[in-house]
């Protein structure tokens, strides 16, 4: 029982770069979501989704995609990294809406 | 949207002092109050939470209290320990459930 699977755990980019920050999750949790971490700023969320097939916009989402085509599965898109997307992404899921998130161990990005 | 403030933003205490940790929230309808725990280079784990129809909450050494006239709650860790040091978070869940959204964050240092 791996839990929630983040990959990569670093990675460096050029400023107009596109990459995937990959999520899954082997404890079948119907929600899952996307939280980037910055110094004094706390967990801030991107996007979540509570089903296959269903997504919605966090606090942040400008600059990001997400997709779920699978309970399993729920890819971060960064189409062109900027600068301000340096920061430390976490993916979490959760049994139930409003239930314990358990978070993945983070993607490092740099974006220079 | 829910908006979350949280202080102090650092915190020293003495082993086997305790910490008390305060958080407001914008929302008058949240219901859900978490609080994670990061320690260095590890994702957040679920500590406590307490659900709006209750006014405090217990487990051993930590303590969670609701005011939600004030809109406000607290951490409340007792006979602090080294091991305790660490980052944590306080959240609040939107009445919808689908979001949870973080305050910044507590850097809490027990200085043996």
């Known amino acids: 029982n791996a839990g929630v699977t983040q990959t990569p755990k670093f990675q460096v980019l050029k400023t107009g770069q596109s990459m995937t920050l990959q999520c899954a999750q082997d404890?079948?949790?119907?929600?899952m979501s996307w939280y980037r971490q910055d110094p004094g700023m706390g967990l801030r969320l991107i996007h979540y989704?509570?089903?296959?097939?269903?997504?919605d916009q966090g606090e942040v989402p400008n600059g990001y995609n997400v997709s779920r085509s699978t309970t399993e599965d729920f890819p971060l898109r960064l189409l062109s990294a900027a600068p301000s997307q340096t920061s430390v992404y976490f993916c979490?899921?959760?049994?139930?809406?409003?239930?314990?998130?358990?978070f993945g161990e983070g993607s490092r990005l740099t974006v220079l | 949207g829910e908006n979350v403030e949280q202080h102090p933003s650092t915190l020293s205490v003495q082993e086997g002092d305790s910490a008390v940790i305060k958080c407001t929230y914008s929302?008058?309808?949240?219901?859900?109050f978490p609080w994670y725990k990061q320690e260095l280079g590890k994702g957040p784990q679920l500590i406590i939470d307490?659900?709006?129809?209750?006014g405090e909450k217990k487990d051993q050494r930590i303590a969670v209290t609701l005011n939600k006239t004030a809109k406000h709650f607290s951490l409340h860790i007792t006979e602090t320990q080294p091991e305790d040091s660490a980052v944590y978070f306080c959240?609040?869940?939107?009445?919808?459930?689908?979001?949870?959204?973080f305050g910044p964050g507590t850097s809490l240092s027990v200085i043996p």
């Open positions: 989704s509570v089903g296959a097939g269903i997504t």
């Open positions: 959240a609040a869940s939107e009445a919808s459930y689908d979001k949870v959204i």
């Open positions: 979490a899921s959760s049994y139930r809406r409003a239930g314990e998130l358990f």
């Open positions: 404890m079948n949790h119907e929600y």
């Open positions: 307490i659900r709006s129809n209750v």
């Open positions: 929302d008058s309808a949240s219901n859900y």
